[in-house]
Each structure stands twice: as structure tokens, then as C-alpha cells.
């Protein structure tokens, strides 16, 4: 989907629970819970987010907890 998205210039909508593949694709993230947007920013942004939705879904891997933590670590 990435090397499509790129090699033609155009947009994709993607839905996943993949949180693996959204950061590695995904240039903006909107989160939906229930339905409603929840939350909405870059892959980058999602790191420093205090959005407790976004947080207990995104983080809820040890993968993601250590990530976040590196990432907010480099940043100060």
C-alpha cells in the first residue's frame, strides 16, 4: 500500500488495529472509539499524546510502552 500511495501521489484510507503497520505507513492517525473521533495528529504526535483512550489502546503492548519511552526520552 505504501510503495502504491507513493509511486501514484494519491491517498489511502486504511483501518487497522495494527498498531505495527500505522506507524510504519501512517502519516496521519485518526482514532476512533465508539464510533467518534477520539483523537487526531501524526505518528509522531501519538508519542506525546495524553489521550487515555489513544494511551490504553496504542500502549498496551510492552513493545509500544518501550518505544513511547525511548522516543519521549530523545526528545526531552
Do not use: C
Not at 23 to 47: A, C, D, H, T, V
Amino acid at each position: 500500500v505504501k510503495e502504491i500511495t507513493e509511486e501514484y501521489q494519491i491517498t489511502t484510507v486504511i483501518n487497522s488495529h495494527d498498531m505495527n503497520s500505522v506507524m510504519q505507513i501512517g502519516e496521519k492517525i485518526i482514532f476512533l472509539k465508539n464510533g467518534y473521533k477520539e483523537w487526531e495528529g501524526s505518528r509522531y504526535n501519538i508519542f506525546k499524546t495524553d489521550n487515555e483512550a489513544v494511551t490504553d489502546f496504542v500502549y498496551s503492548s510492552e513493545l509500544f510502552k518501550k518505544v513511547r519511552q525511548m522516543y519521549l526520552e530523545e526528545r526531552g
